[in-house]
């Protein structure tokens, strides 16, 4: 080795001691307790791990407590649907049960209504009957005792029974008005067979008559051919007609040509009659009116066959 290399080695030397002593006055600088870099890291670490395991502790804790919550939740509701169950099956019990009890006091009331209305009808065709015939009957009477040339006291005593005979029988007008009026409060239900519509029944025939048979036909059942009142009552009826099929009407001017009249003696206000209608074609005439399906009304020939639709109150 030369002087010069000797002389480097040994300044390097002396760099490292120095380092070293350096180093050792740092370490003896720094405060007790304070950790390296490395030790930090691993302390930071640490924590983590500590804080990672608080919150899945935290978590666990948690989820027990929503899973409790919704057991008790879904206990609840099973609960309130359980009730629920229970008490709709009672109610239904329960209604069953008064649908039971009405319907039998319901059917007894029916029935009874039902034969006072037919009571109240029957006594109310007796009374327009009896008008008619007893009301004649003392008609003739009288207008015999009046063409007998009786003295002055028969006379005056014939012009007091016909005044008395005037009252009895206006009272009997409002009498047989309020058993109508009657008779419809009482109106219920139909007979079998019948259509109800408002305080009316039908009848709507599936064979067919000439228009007087067909007449005489609903006469039978204490009603008459079909009256148009109204055009509710018109459509009704076209409602209830197959289409191409026609129905006899209550209506006919067989008495006096061109004068519509009902049945029930009433003169024609309202009428449907289809277009060109009544026109009284062919040799017979055409008298008798029918209704089509679209609820317009044709004069016909009384003797053909059709069908009728007789009414009644109910
Ligand atoms: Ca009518
Ligand atoms: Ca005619
Ligand atoms: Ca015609």
Redesign the pocket.
């Known amino acids: 080795m030369s002087q010069g290399e000797g002389a480097v080695g040994i300044y390097e030397k002396w760099d490292f001691a120095e380092e070293m002593e350096l180093e050792k006055q740092e370490q003896r600088k720094a405060p007790k307790g304070a950790s390296s870099p490395e030790r930090a890291v691993v302390l930071l670490y640490v924590l983590l791990a500590l804080a990672f395991v608080l919150f899945m502790a935290l978590t666990i804790v948690n989820l027990q407590r929503v899973s409790a919550a919704w057991e008790a939740l879904e206990q609840a509701q099973m609960r309130s649907e359980n009730s629920h169950t229970t008490a709709w099956h009672n109610l239904s019990e329960v209604q069953h049960t008064l649908d039971k009890q009405l319907s039998g006091e319901l059917k007894a009331i029916h029935s009874r209504l039902l034969n006072v209305s037919q009571e109240v009808e029957n006594m109310r065709w007796k009374m327009t009957q009896c008008k008619a015939e007893c009301g004649k009957e003392l008609s003739d009477r009288l207008r015999v005792l009046e063409e007998r040339d009786a003295p002055e006291p028969v006379l005056r005593q014939l012009a007091e029974v016909k005044q008395e005979q005037s009252r009895a029988s206006a009272l009997l007008d409002t009498v047989l008005e309020e058993m109508r009026n009657l008779s419809e409060i009482l109106c219920t239900r139909c007979p079998a067979g019948w259509q109800q519509f408002a305080k009316a029944c039908y009848f709507f025939s599936t064979t067919t008559k000439p228009w007087l048979a067909a007449k005489d036909s609903c006469a039978n059942f204490n009603a008459h051919l079909a009256v148009v009142n109204d055009e509710q009552e018109n459509k009704f009826l076209a409602n209830r007609i197959m289409e191409n099929r026609v129905f006899w009407l209550g209506l006919t ?2 008495h006096k ?2 004068n519509w009249q009902w049945v029930d003696g009433r003169s024609l206000s309202l009428s449907f009659w289809n277009s060109g209608e ?1 026109n ?1 074609v062919g040799h017979q ?3 008798c009116a029918t209704i089509y399906s679209n609820g317009r009304w044709n ?1 016909a020939t009384c003797s053909n066959a059709e069908a009728w639709i007789c009414e009644r109150s109910c």
């Open positions: 001017d067989m040509e061109g009544p009284n005439g055409e008298d004069d």
